[in-house]
């Protein structure tokens, strides 16, 4: 069946926008702390926000992060369908790394990953949460443990029958390994901040 395009780029847009909102900056302003780029990985994402040593920013920009991918899809979905849906979720996923507000350096995308997965195929979540938190537990590298999940997550797709699904998570899974380029030289060097450590 061919897609209904105007529905596919409606959810991009829409995707886009709702995934360009970047919590962390704002949250950490409004809470008198600055800029949250000046600090730690100079990411706006949840990790680098817990290096301000404020856990409830920190748990506040991993939601907002995780659940503007979810409004996406839902939002999409709602309005176009599965492609739409489809569409959106890669449209948030983009405005969160490359956000036209700020220059187009945005965040790494794991919390938007896992709110796009939570909008699309819930189950999926128990996959990426299980993985990521073993591998956080053991080795206290929150960037590690991501690389780890994000890698099962279209595997697990795949095999839960989702085979769309796992072509999306695999494409959202190759930029956010490409955004996490710089952790992954220093978890090779062993200089990479772990989870828990202030800027």
């Given at each position: 069946m061919t897609p209904d395009w105007t529905h596919v780029a409606l959810?991009?847009?829409?995707?886009?926008?709702?995934?360009?909102i970047p919590f962390g900056l704002i949250l950490t302003r409004f809470a008198g702390l600055g800029d949250v780029r000046a600090i730690g990985s100079g990411n706006i994402g949840a990790?680098?926000?817990?290096?301000?040593?404020?856990?409830?920013?920190?748990?506040?920009?991993?939601?907002?992060?995780?659940?503007?991918?979810?409004a996406a899809v839902l939002i999409a979905g709602r309005l176009g369908g599965q492609e739409a849906a489809l569409a959106a979720g890669?449209?948030?996923?983009?405005?969160?790394?490359?956000?036209?507000?700020?220059?187009?350096?945005?965040?790494?995308?794991?919390a938007t990953f896992?709110?796009?997965?939570l909008g699309l195929f819930p189950l999926g979540v128990l996959v990426?949460?299980?993985v990521w938190l073993g591998l956080a537990f053991l080795l206290r590298y929150s960037s590690a443990a991501a690389l780890a999940a994000s890698?099962?997550?279209?595997?697990?797709?795949?095999?839960?029958?989702?085979?769309?699904l796992a072509v999306l998570f695999c494409?959202?899974?190759?930029?956010?390994?490409?955004?996490?380029?710089?952790?992954?030289?220093r978890l090779a060097a062993g200089t990479?901040?772990?989870i828990g450590q202030k800027g």
């Open positions: 959810g991009l847009a829409v995707g886009y926008l709702l995934g360009a990790t680098n926000v817990l290096r301000t040593g404020r856990k409830g920013l920190a748990a506040a920009t991993l939601l907002g992060d995780a659940l503007k991918g979810t890669l449209g948030a996923f983009l405005g969160h790394l490359f956000p036209v507000w700020l220059g187009f350096k945005g965040g790494k995308g794991v896992i709110g796009v997965l990426f949460a299980v890698a099962a997550t279209p595997a697990a797709l795949w095999a839960f029958g989702q085979p769309h494409i959202l899974a190759l930029l956010l390994w490409w955004k996490h380029a710089p952790n992954i030289r990479e901040g772990r």
